[in-house]
């Protein structure tokens, strides 16, 4: 029997007014959770930030080093959206991406936009 993946989900908005109109942080996490229970994926934590990523450190870093404690048990990380993750650009992505990778936890979004394939692009 397949083992069922454990999950960590983030929520992030970018501003007090976008968590209180449209992109809010109960519509994100219901549409988190419906996917997750489509997949069979338990989420075993919910991480919500509502704040800019204009910061030195990156607000999910704090998600990222609880899914990199291997304790935890974390195979996989939920995110809405890409632009849900960082908007610091690809630097940023590539940084906390790269560090879920090492602790081999995908990182996948509701819409499937992420891809686990590994590409060789040499």
């Given at each position: 029997m397949k083992?069922?993946?454990?999950?960590?989900?983030?929520?992030?908005?970018?501003?007090?007014?976008?968590?209180?109109?449209?992109?809010?942080?109960?519509?994100?996490?219901?549409?988190?959770?419906?996917f997750a229970?489509?997949?069979?994926?338990?989420?075993?934590?919910?991480?919500?930030?509502?704040?800019s990523?204009?910061k030195?450190?990156?607000p999910?870093?704090?998600?990222?080093?609880?899914?990199?404690d291997?304790?935890?048990?974390?195979?996989?990380?939920?995110?809405?959206?890409?632009?849900?993750f960082?908007?610091?650009?690809?630097?940023?992505?590539?940084?906390?991406?790269?560090?879920?990778e090492?602790?081999?936890?995908?990182?996948?979004d509701?819409?499937?936009?992420i891809?686990?394939?590994?590409?060789?692009?040499?």
């Amino acid at each position: 029997m397949k083992r069922r993946n454990n999950a960590v989900a983030a929520i992030r908005v970018s501003s007090t007014k976008q968590g209180t109109e449209g992109d809010s942080p109960e519509a994100q996490k219901e549409q988190i959770e419906r996917f997750a229970l489509g997949k069979d994926i338990h989420i075993k934590k919910f991480f919500v930030f509502m704040e800019s990523a204009s910061k030195e450190q990156q607000p999910m870093q704090e998600a990222v080093d609880y899914c990199k404690d291997p304790k935890n048990g974390i195979d996989l990380f939920i995110i809405k959206s890409i632009d849900r993750f960082t908007r610091g650009g690809s630097l940023s992505y590539d940084l906390l991406k790269s560090q879920l990778e090492k602790a081999n936890v995908g990182l996948v979004d509701i819409y499937g936009i992420i891809s686990g394939d590994k590409v060789n692009t040499l």
